[in-house]
């Protein structure tokens, strides 16, 4: 593109952003204005919240290898740990989607996006289409594998669910392009903000505490702590709530984790409402023979705390997620799964592995395939740049 085209496209897309706004601005003003108040004050009595920011749990590992290392690594050797090229996907089986469904069936959109049918309900977990993060930065966590779907194509879900605010789990385009439909917002509490940012109308946004719950169509659905942090910009740290979700219907229930580093949240969310049918919990790499950089002191977890987790919530199922689609740990990219299964192995835990795009029903068989093992996957071994 030309200079001139480029401040042209620049100039035409601002403008555009600024007529929009200014008509959200006049639309919504006071319905915002009294839902920021009322935020406030829930902030205010939230025991997860002190001085209007999150009260950090993360723990803190010691590790053998220097911050300065790890930081390298992350921006310069991540590109290397990718596939050498695209993984393989199914597209998603619209027409039968486009059924609702009794049975609870479970498509997975890559990465930690997932489409939930239940008691003919349907609800979408943290969709993520495009790249996981800031549209300046997009080369850097660009995608491994195609989304299966296009928000366009997907039938219309009844419940978006959101975990919490990093751009791997809250996608602007997609909260803008859901903004003008029928469809409710339940979110951790705060994270309303940007929703409402994004053009949402604050009426169809939940705000949720950890342990509050609500029920779409009769189905059950809880917003359950994490051991996470929050953010979008590098100056609003930890200024929104994260959570997991417990999902309670007629014909299963299901967990997802969010992100979270280990802690006694999984044990309290097991005792309170377990057994769960399949339980959706990140997964990253075990740290090795000393190397590595412990994840969870950011908040995730190595596969041998996913399978603690797991055993925990006593749930029947293990589906991982938080794998295959970006890279945004210094490790191999099928590592965190090499590693949950000598995990599931020595515990006997059934892992539920599909490949992105496909849809599971509960009533089937869900011993699933490793797909990845199936062909040859080199390693990039490229730098990641801004160019690639
Ligand atoms: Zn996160």
Known sequence: MKMSSVLKASVISALGLVGYNQYQATDNAQERSQSAHQRAEKVAQSAQFKDGKVISRLPSFPSEESMSSVMWKFFFDRGALKPSHTLPHQPVDIAALTQKSDVMRVTWLGHSSLFIDIDQTRVLVDPVFEYASPWVAKKLFSRNVEAPVTREQLPMPDVIVISHDHYDHLEESTIRYYANSNVQFFVPLAVGKHLEAWGVSPSQITEFDWWESATVNGVELIATPANHNSGRTGFDS????????????????????GDTAYDSHFKQIGDKYGPFDLAFIEVAANVKEGKGFPVENWGHMQAKHTMQAFKDLKAENLFPVHWSTYELFA??????????????????????????????????????????QEQDFKLANLPITLQN
């Open 331 to 372: 490790h191999r990219w099928d590592e965190p799964m090499t590693d949950l299964i000598v995990e599931a192995e020595i515990s006997g835990a059934n892992l539920v592995t599909p490949m992105v795009g496909e849809t599971l029903k509960m009533t089937d068989d869900l011993r699933t395939s490793y797909w990845w």
């Open 238 to 257: 930890n200024s929104t709530l994260w959570a997991s979700w417990v999902v309670k219907g007629r014909n299963g229930s299901f967990f997802y984790s």
